[in-house]
Each structure stands twice: as structure tokens, then as C-alpha cells.
């Protein structure tokens, strides 16, 4: 009896001579002629009709296509240089733009093309083969917390990637402080945010599509003994080659289709500051400080001009007037400024008593452009220990590691008695600080590191004595004084922010503190003309196509959002609305 391993054997004798009988007529009709129907004549209105009408869509799409390159190398061709205004095709020739972003060395295009094409192509490849390890085993795995990873995969995708831009951020920066190699302003660093970013939606287009594979390829190759690896590089990944395309096609044009511009003011570059300073304050001041690292050069501002993009307000800047050199600095030129209380008393280089209200704190652009009318650079604060314990604050994250360090230890040091540590270093170490316990002590050292300027040291002691004199008046009539008064209403500044009232003469508060302050330079309010979305705009008002500007390269308006001169400490929020309102445009495509 045949068995079902034995079948075949009893069979193939049948099977056999079918073969045999159907090779033998093949055999026997190999010399007759094909049957060749007959020609039917040309007709062209049949062949548009069936076929010809495919062409012609053909071509209108491709003219369609490729008009929008016509128009780009027209441009390039055009020696205006900008995109919008060159609506007459080929009008104007010339190659300069080509000489100028091959061999301009502030314009280094073949590096920048080179750094796009190498990011968006590890991006596209690493977004490809991750998405498709992660979709083989959703796909074809079974493990606990499988439908739940699906499930949290799609309800992420419901929000949008913007809300993560924060956490992205801090991540980068505390991975900066570890292994900076990878970190913030890095090609890696970007290169992981693009892969994290991209992951989940990809993922999910991968996991369909390997569903549809059938199940039983990987069966059959397991019984043939291979394994997993074996069976995603060999087969599953050779038969969604269609969805690996089109995975990594997107994620190339994702990563290199938008363009940013987030490089910030121009606050380092001293000559920029001066180039641009504001007529109606007179000529900028000789010495400046550097309030913001010296990568803040606005180099990137003409070079989004050169683009197309209109600058705009390039006089509108935020410069503070109480900057001290710092004695440990981390940048050229490096000065910190000093968030003051209220009770310093404020001279001008020569000696006079700043104009009411231009007391600490009260109205930076006020006293930068009464500052810099004087005719000098710098000007001082006159206080006592007792304030300086109380009323400095110094602007800078590493002047506040208690703050941003998060350590409760240091933060109470704030309420006990003596100064901060770093403002209590910068009394002993920093070259703007005269420490004394008299007058006449005080005075000869605010001389010795300020020779150039004679100082009417009669007239600040004649205005100490007076604000002195006030003090047991409760109906005073010095102004800072009764600022100092109200400030301390605000029970928050009174415990921590504003000293009690005092003779800056008494030796009890002593000794007596001379700071030298100088113009620092920190915030521009000009720069890369937006609209609402954040898209940069030409002089003509076109939006610059791919163009976008956030931060302080866009220059917060001019400061139009906050308002010219109410911007202090808003800078960071107006940073992230404008990136807010790119990042969602960009999603919107
Ligand atoms: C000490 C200090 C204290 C401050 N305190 C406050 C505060 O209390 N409140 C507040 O609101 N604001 C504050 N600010 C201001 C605020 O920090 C800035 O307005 C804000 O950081 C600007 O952000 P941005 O992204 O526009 O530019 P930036 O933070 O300056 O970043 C620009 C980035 O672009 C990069 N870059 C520049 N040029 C190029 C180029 N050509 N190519 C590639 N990359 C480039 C730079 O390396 C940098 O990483 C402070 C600033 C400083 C310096």
C-alpha cells in the first residue's frame, strides 16, 4: 500500500510520461510557422485615444515639476542675488552668486551642503533601520507589553512634537555637561534628536506594512534553520524595500527641507554693536563688556540677508549700564552684570547723582542713554556692606548655583547675613570693587582704577550726607528713598531683595563699597524680518521660501511683542513663542 512518503514513487510513472508526451508535440511544432494576426492600419485618433492621451499628462506633469528648479537656477543666474524679483525668467545673467558661495570664506556653502547631505543621510538611513527593528518585532514578536508599546506609539503621535522641544533641550544640555562630543551643537546630538523625533510615526508606517508579509516566509526560513536576524536582513527587509524608500525619502526631505535661523543676537561682536548703535544715543561708548559669549556675532544675519531675508531695526538693542568685569571670566571681554536692589546710590563718571527716576533697576534704557550722554563709559554705584549682602544679584547661570544647581543648602545661605559667595568673591577678586572703611579711603581708590576721569568727590559726599539726612524724615523728600520704602512693602523683596533703611555713613553697615560699572552689551531687538508664523520676509514683503528666524536672530520684532522698553527679563519668552510659532508652521508644511 502506497503511504504518504511513499506516494510519489507509485505515481511518477504517470506524471513521467505526460512530461514525455507533451515534449514530443512541442517537438513536432517546431518548425511550423507562428500565427501572426494581421496589421491593422495606423490610426492616430485610435492610438491617442487608448494610449496618447498618457503622454501628453506626462509631459504637463513633468514641465510641472520641473518648473520650480527653471525658476531656482534663473535666480542663481540673477546677480541681485534674492529669489523674489526674479519673475522674468533668465532676465539678467551672471555667475557671481556661484563664485561668491564657493570661495567666500563668511559664506562656507560647500561645507554647509556637505553637513546637511551627511546629517539627513545617517538620519534617513538610522531612521530606516531602527523604525524597521523595532516594526519586525512588533510585527512578527509576541512579548508582554507589545500592544501597550503600539498603543503608546500612536497616542504620542497625537501630540505635537513641539511640546517635547523643552525636554529635548535640557536633555541635550545635560548631555553636554557629560560627554560634550555628543551634545548640544553637535553633529551627532542633532543627528539623535532627528532619530528620536522620527522613530514612533515610522515605526508604526513600517509595522503596517510588514503585516502584510506573509507570516508563513519567516516559517518556512525558520524551519530551514534561520534565525531572526536572518530572516529580517535576507527577507523581510528585501520584501518591503517599497516602504523602506519611501521611509527614508520622507525622513531626508524632513531633515533637510526647513531651515531655521536661531544663532541669536550680535551682542559679541563689539564692532556690530557700535555699526548699528542707536542715533539718539550718541556715539557708543569706548569700552563695552561682553554680556553674551562671543558665538553671538550676528555672522549669521547677513548671510540670511544675502538669502533674501530683510534685517530690519538693526539699531534697537538691550545694553545694561551695571556691568562688572569678570575676575574668572569664560568668554572676551567677559562682564556680568549686576541685578541691583534699590538703595545703591548711583554717580555718574564725574561724580554727579544720577537723575530721578534713573535709580538701580528701574529703567535700563533710560540710563544707558543717559550714561553714554555723559561722554564716558562707565559710572558707580556707592553702597554699604549691608546692601550688598541684601541687594546684589549677579545675572549668569553659573553666578547662581544655587539656583541652577537646584541646592537648597545654598539657596537658605540667601536669607543668613554676609554676601552670596559669588558676589563676596567678586568684592575680593574684581578689578571694579573699592572696599573702605572712611570716605576719603573710598574716594581715593575709586582714582586709582578710574585715573582718567577727574571725580567731584565733593559732590558725592555732599549728596551721601543729604540722602542720609532724609532718612529721619518720613515725609522725604529723596525719591529713591521712598522707592526703597515702598519696595519694601512687597513682603517677598523686604526678607529677601531690598535692605532696611539706612545712613549709607554708618559704620555699623560699613564698609563702605565703590563698584565701577560698565556698558555690557547683551540683546538685540533688530534682525530677520517675520511674519506671525515666524517665515522670514523679503524686502518686497514675499515670504523667503524655507526660511524661517526665531529668537533673538529674529529680534523679537524689534521688540514690537513685549514692547520697546519693557523687555527686561522676557527675552527667553519671546525665544520661545518665536520658535513655537516656526515649529508649527514647519508641522503644518
Ligand atoms: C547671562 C545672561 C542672562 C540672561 N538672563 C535672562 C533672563 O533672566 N531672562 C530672559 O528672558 N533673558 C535672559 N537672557 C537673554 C536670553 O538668554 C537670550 O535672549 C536668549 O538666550 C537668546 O536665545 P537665542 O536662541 O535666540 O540665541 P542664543 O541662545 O544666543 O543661541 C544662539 C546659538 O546659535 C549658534 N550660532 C551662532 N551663530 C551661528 C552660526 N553662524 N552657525 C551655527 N550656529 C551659530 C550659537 O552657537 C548658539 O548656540 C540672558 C542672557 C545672558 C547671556
Not at 553636554?176 to 553633529?187: M, Y
Not at 516602504?243 to 550680535?266: D, P, R
Not at 554693536?273 to 550676528?298: C, I, K, T, Y
Not at 569678570?326 to 568668554?331: E, Q
Request: proline fraction near 6%; glycine fraction near 10%.
Amino acid at each position: 500500500m502506497a503511504t504518504k512518503n511513499n506516494r510519489s514513487w507509485v505515481e511518477a510513472p504517470v506524471v513521467e510520461s505526460e512530461i514525455l508526451a507533451a515534449a514530443l508535440d512541442a517537438e513536432s511544432r517546431r518548425h511550423e510557422r507562428p500565427y501572426v494576426p494581421p496589421k491593422r492600419p495606423f490610426n492616430f485618433g485610435r492610438w491617442f485615444g487608448a494610449t496618447g492621451w498618457r503622454h501628453v499628462v506626462g509631459l504637463v506633469v513633468v514641465v510641472f515639476a520641473l518648473f520650480p528648479i527653471v525658476f531656482v537656477i534663473s535666480s542663481s543666474l540673477n546677480p541681485q542675488g534674492t529669489l523674489t524679483g526674479s519673475n522674468a525668467l533668465f532676465s539678467q545673467f551672471g555667475l557671481e552668486s556661484y563664485a561668491r558661495i564657493l570661495t567666500d570664506p563668511q559664506v562656507p556653502y560647500p561645507q554647509w551642503f556637505a553637513n546637511t547631505l551627511l546629517v539627513a543621510s545617517i538620519t534617513a538611513i538610522g531612521t530606516v533601520f531602527l523604525g524597521g527593528l523595532a516594526a519586525y518585532s512588533f510585527s512578527r514578536m509576541r512579548f508582554t507589553g507589545r500592544r501597550f508599546g503600539l498603543i503608546s506609539i500612536v497616542v504620542v503621535q497625537m501630540f505635537p512634537q513641539m511640546l517635547a522641544v523643552v525636554a529635548i533641550f535640557l536633555l541635550m544640555s545635560s548631555i553636554s555637561d557629560w560627554f560634550p562630543a555628543i551634545g548640544l551643537n553637535t553633529h551627532i546630538g542633532l543627528i539623535m534628536v532627528y532619530l528620536g523625533g522620527a522613530l514612533g510615526v515610522n515605526t508604526f508606517l513600517m509595522y503596517g506594512f510588514f503585516n502584510t508579509i506573509p507570516a508563513s516566509i519567516d516559517e518556512a526560513a525558520k524551519i530551514d534553520g534561520a534565525g531572526h536576524a536572518r530572516i529580517f536582513f535576507t527577507i523581510i527587509l528585501r520584501l518591503a524595500a517599497p516602504i523602506l524608500a519611501v521611509v527614508a525619502l520622507l525622513s531626508f526631505i524632513f531633515t533637510v527641507n526647513e531651515f531655521a535661523v536661531a544663532s541669536g543676537g550680535i551682542g559679541g561682536n563689539h564692532d556690530l554693536v557700535r555699526e548699528f548703535w542707536p542715533e539718539r544715543m550718541g556715539v557708543a561708548p569706548e569700552r563695552l563688556l561682553s554680556g553674551v559669549p562671543a558665538h553671538v556675532d550676528g555672522r549669521m544675519l547677513p548671510i540670511a540677508e544675502r538669502a533674501g531675508a530683510r534685517l530690519v531695526n538693526g539699531d534697537r538693542m538691550w545694553h545694561y549700564t551695571e556691568g562688572i568685569t569678570n575676575w574668572d571670566p569664560v568668554w572676551p571681554e567677559h562682564g556680568i552684570r549686576i541685578l541691583p536692589g534699590p538703595s545703591s546710590l548711583w554717580f555718574d563718571a564725574e561724580g554727579r547723582r544720577l537723575p530721578v527716576p534713573l535709580f538701580p533697576g528701574f529703567d535700563t534704557l533710560g540710563t544707558l542713554e543717559h550714561i553714554v550722554a555723559t561722554g564716558h563709559a562707565h559710572s558707580w554705584f556707592v553702597l554699604t556692606q549691608k546692601i550688598i549682602e541684601k541687594e546684589f544679584a549677579l545675572s549668569g547661570s553659573e553666578q547662581n548655583p544655587d539656583l541652577t544647581g537646584k541646592d537648597l543648602k545654598l539657596l537658605a545661605d540667601r536669607l543668613g547675613s554676609g554676601a552670596p559667595g559669588p558676589v563676596e568673591a567678586f568684592k575680593q577678586h574684581g578689578v571694579d570693587f573699592v572696599v573702605a572703611d572712611t570716605l576719603p579711603e573710598l574716594f581715593d581708590g575709586m582714582r586709582a582704577i578710574s585715573p582718567e576721569v577727574p571725580i567731584d568727590t565733593d559732590n558725592i559726599e555732599r549728596e551721601i550726607v543729604a540722602r542720609d539726612r532724609e532718612l529721619e524724615n518720613e515725609f522725604s523728600k529723596d525719591l529713591q528713598l521712598t522707592a526703597v520704602r515702598g519696595a519694601r512693602k512687597y513682603r517677598g523683596d523686604k526678607l529677601i531683595r531690598v535692605a532696611t533703611p539706612h545712613r549709607i555713613l554708618d559704620p555699623k553697615a560699613g564698609p563702605l563699597i565703590a563698584v565701577k560699572l560698565h556698558v555690557l552689551t547683551r540683546k538685540s531687538l533688530g534682525g530677520i524680518q517675520t511674519d506671525l508664523d515666524s517665515r522670514a520676509l523679503a524686502s518686497d514683503g514675499a515670504v523667503v521660501p524655507g526660511l524661517y528666524a526665531v529668537g533673538e536672530a529674529a529680534g523679537f520684532g524689534g521688540g514690537g511683542v513685549h514692547g520697546y522698553r519693557a523687555l527686561e527679563g522676557t527675552f527667553l519668552g519671546g525665544c520661545l513663542f518665536t520658535g513655537r510659532a516656526a515649529g508649527r508652521a514647519i508641522a503644518r508644511g
